[in-house]
């Protein structure tokens, strides 16, 4: 098996980043149909990076960068039993690398950023659909818990 190495995101990283957000957004387009049409992007990549309250992860095999995650801290609704989440996000694996590992590395080092900030609770959204998601996540340990409705009023 080969080793890879988990590290927080530079701004140099940027570009793969941002290629890799369009493989995301290219793979969850079937489970959504209110994505707007393209390009759309999700994520502030560069202000992720350089803020204080996330922590973008790459992970690296022979230097190039073949996975990525990010936590980023949020304020808990005032009823829940926690005044802060990290909330998961940005999650992707390059093809020729899942199942290898890679997402659950990733997913151990922003836990650990995690608790490095006194957080304990940890969240993240996933289509229902996404099934190899949703078993991905589980398998690190995360258990289902709010299902999202919606509906379009003609």
Do not use: C
């Not at 590992?101 to 151990?108: C, L, R």
């Amino acid at each position: 098996m080969q080793q890879f190495t988990v590290r927080m995101a530079t701004l140099e990283d940027l570009n793969i980043l941002q290629s890799f957000e369009q493989e995301i957004i290219r793979a969850e387009r079937p489970f959504d149909e209110t994505l707007d049409k393209d390009p759309i992007s999700y994520y502030d990549l560069r202000q992720l990076i350089l803020s204080e309250e996330a922590a973008v992860m790459v992970a690296e095999l022979n230097s190039k960068i073949v996975g990525s995650g990010y936590g980023l801290i949020r304020d808990a609704k005032p009823y829940l039993d926690h005044k802060k989440y990290t909330y998961l996000g940005f999650m992707y694996t390059d093809s020729a690398q899942r199942g290898k590992g890679v997402n659950k590395a990733i997913v151990d080092a922003l836990m650990h950023w995690s608790k490095s900030k006194g957080i304990h609770e940890v969240r993240l959204t996933v289509y229902n659909d996404n099934a190899p998601a949703i078993r991905a996540y589980e398998k690190v340990g995360f258990k289902r818990h709010i299902l999202e409705m919606r509906v379009h009023v003609d």
